[in-house]
Antibody, heavy 119, light 108 residues
Framework: EVQLVESGGGLVQPGGSLRLSCAAS????????MNWVRQAPGKGLEWVSY????????YYGDSVKGRFTISRDNAKNSLYLQMNSLRAEDTAIYYC????????????WGLGALVTVSS | EVVLTQSPATLSVSPGERATLSCRAS??????LAWYQQKPGQAPRLLIY???TRATGIPARFSGSVSGTEFTLTISGLQSEDFAVYYC??????????FGQGTRLEIK
């Protein structure tokens, strides 16, 4: 059974940092391109970041560029999102999502981790 | 950035009827468009990719089509479990990968 389980969410003050993790199982993680997608309360989906399967290529949405860093450890079947200089508008559920490659949608999703940025 | 505009924002349909959801792209994305279903408190689920290919395990009542930059998700014979929010997503011109704002499908 495919599973993606996020952890590391919580309440953080504006300007603070948080690191999300996503543990993968049930599929060959090292062959999947991975993404972070977020959803603010009551809002739609927003793509946050992408990392390639094995050569370290990364991309970011404009709203998080320079503040967030995506990384992965294929030996540990894990995906990470380091979030710095957090703002109130970063408050959202953060999902890790995987796709097998270009031309495909995100077929695997985690349950999400709630990040709340508030003083 | 490719902007995806979904319509209508809310669609009311009776069970057993057909629902037609639209997604218009601001520029060509060829057929690199996916549809997702999201129910309250759940993660999105991939329904369609490549504009018209059903994902694994998705029932045949879900179908996708494209005409130029206009994409359509059709759900035939609506069942109770189909009432949810639907999002389109393009992955042709990226970054960024972009999503539409969503269509809420509700029971009439």
């Amino acid at each position: 059974e495919v599973q993606l389980v996020e952890s590391g969410g919580g309440l953080v003050q504006p300007g603070g940092s948080l690191r999300l993790s996503c543990a993968a199982s049930g599929f060959t993680f090292s062959t999947y391109e991975m993404n972070w997608v977020r959803q603010a309360p009551g809002k739609g989906l927003e793509w946050v970041s992408y990392i390639s399967s094995s050569d370290g290529i990364t991309y970011y949405g404009d709203s998080v560029k320079g503040r967030f860093t995506i990384s992965r450890d294929n030996a540990k079947n894990s995906l990470y999102l380091q979030m710095n200089s957090l703002r109130a508008e970063d408050t959202a559920i953060y999902y890790c999502a995987g796709r097998v490659g270009a031309g495909y949608g995100f077929d695997y999703w985690g349950l999400g981790a709630l990040v709340t940025v508030s003083s | 950035e490719v902007v995806l505009t979904q319509s209508p924002a809310t669609l009311s349909v009776s069970p057993g009827e057909r629902a037609t959801l639209s997604c218009r792209a601001s520029q060509s994305v060829i057929n690199n468009l996916a549809w997702y279903q999201q129910k309250p408190g759940q993660a999105p689920r991939l329904l369609i990719y490549g504009a018209s290919t059903r994902a694994t395990g998705i029932p045949a009542r879900f179908s996708g089509s494209v005409s130029g930059t206009e994409f359509t998700l059709t759900i035939s014979g609506l069942q109770s479990e189909d009432f949810a929010v639907y999002y389109c997503q393009q992955y042709n011109n990226w970054p960024p990968i972009t999503f539409g704002q969503g269509t809420r499908l509700e029971i009439k």
